[in-house]
């Protein structure tokens, strides 16, 4: 028995629909946790008689129930920037050693370069933790490491809200090139990995787009495609975290996000996310999708809005 966190969020849930449309499971073969068993997203999975049972990590005894006579679980990040999301991962650990669980697969990042046991971002310290925990724990591991979406690169690429005609720069504290990936893609590969789960003990697996691109780099494709003139400019963390409170680039409740994000610029700008792997071609057994190829969904507002709550999913 597998047990699946997550399936309601955009990589979870992308993992479920291939899950459910492919068979690669059947019903009998896994359970659901989640914080919101009634979600409209778990719809499909329920009528096809999967199980769901209520989870949540701010509750780990709920958790004992959910993961109770699994044998693995696919543990997906809390999505939190905060400093409470280690403790939520370390808590959900805890309760699926406690009823039995043998292994565990995690969802984390691709940065911290090769190896990811080291990062200048701030999102990626909970990770570091988790991963740390967890090969200590005496349970099973697979690490699932997930590149920067790439419906993400206007949030990484300053902020920048596709919709604002008005708009002549975007500001970055560096740059530095990333190897995007499609999300939905990831979210299939990962339904390939669940799939066969106990093949994938002890692996760490990057998943990355086929190439990496510097902020101006996709910005000149964004130019290029829009008609637009728009010009990148680095100013240094200080400078640009000042720039976008002046400007205003977020709301007032998500001000905070702004030094978060400094510090995943300043990981980019040191090559921590700029390698490509080979896994997720291999997984999927295609090319995964480039910039390019995504340009008609990536660089209109209507497609893509500015989204900083799907960066705190992810990552």
Same mark, same amino acid.
């Given at each position: ?17 291939? =899950?459910?449309?492919?068979?690669? !499971?059947?019903?009998?073969? +896994? $359970? /659901? ?25 701010? *509750? ?32 959900? /650990? ?6 039995? %669980?043998?292994? =565990?697969?995690? &969802? ?14 701030? %999102?990626? *310290?909970?990770?570091?933790?988790? &991963? ?6 005496? !349970? ?6 997930? @590149? ?22 975007? %500001? =970055? ?9 499609? $999300? ?7 339904? $390939? ?41 680095? !100013?240094? /963390?200080?400078?640009?975290? $000042?720039?976008? *409170? ?21 990981? +980019? ?13 291999? =997984? ?6 480039? /910039? ?7 660089? &209109?507002?209507?497609?893509? @809005? ?8 992810? *990552?």
């Amino acid at each position: 028995m597998l047990v699946l966190t997550g399936a309601t969020g955009g990589l979870g849930g992308a993992a479920l629909t291939t =899950i459910l449309e492919e068979q690669l !499971l059947n019903a009998s073969e +896994f $359970r /659901i946790s989640s914080s919101n068993p009634q979600s409209a997203a778990l719809k499909a999975a329920i009528s096809a008689g999967v199980e769901v049972r209520y989870g949540s990590m701010k *509750q780990p005894e709920s958790l004992e129930h959910s993961f109770a006579a699994a044998e693995a679980v696919f543990l997906v990040s809390y999505p939190s920037i905060g400093v409470e999301r280690y403790e939520l991962h370390k808590a959900a /650990i805890d309760a699926a050693r406690k009823v039995g %669980v043998k292994h =565990i697969l995690y &969802t984390s990042l691709a940065l911290g370069g090769i190896d990811g046991e080291t990062s200048k971002a701030d %999102v990626m *310290q909970a990770h570091i933790l988790t &991963t740390a925990y967890l090969k200590a724990s005496g !349970l099973k591991w697979t690490i699932l490491r997930y @590149a920067p979406y790439a419906h993400l690169w206007n949030v990484v690429t300053g902020l920048h809200d596709l919709s604002d005609d008005t708009a002549t720069e975007l %500001v =970055i504290p560096e740059d530095g090139a990333i190897a995007y990936a499609d $999300r939905a893609e990831m979210g299939e590969a990962t339904a $390939r990995v669940l799939a066969h789960w106990s093949s994938f003990e002890g692996q760490t697996l990057r998943m990355t787009g086929p190439e990496a691109l510097t902020a101006k780099q996709v910005l000149q494709m964004y130019n290029e495609y829009t008609g637009k003139s728009v010009e990148l400019r680095e !100013l240094g /963390i200080d400078g640009a975290i $000042r720039y976008h *409170q002046q400007k205003g680039s977020l709301p007032p409740e998500q001000i905070d996000f702004l030094a978060n994000w400094a510090t995943m610029s300043t990981a +980019f700008a040191a090559g921590e996310s700029d390698s490509v792997d080979p896994a997720l071609e291999k =997984i999927l057994g295609r090319k995964p999708k480039t /910039i390019a190829d995504m340009r008609a969904s990536l660089f &209109t507002a209507n497609t893509n @809005a500015l989204d900083t709550y799907d960066f705190r999913e992810t *990552q």
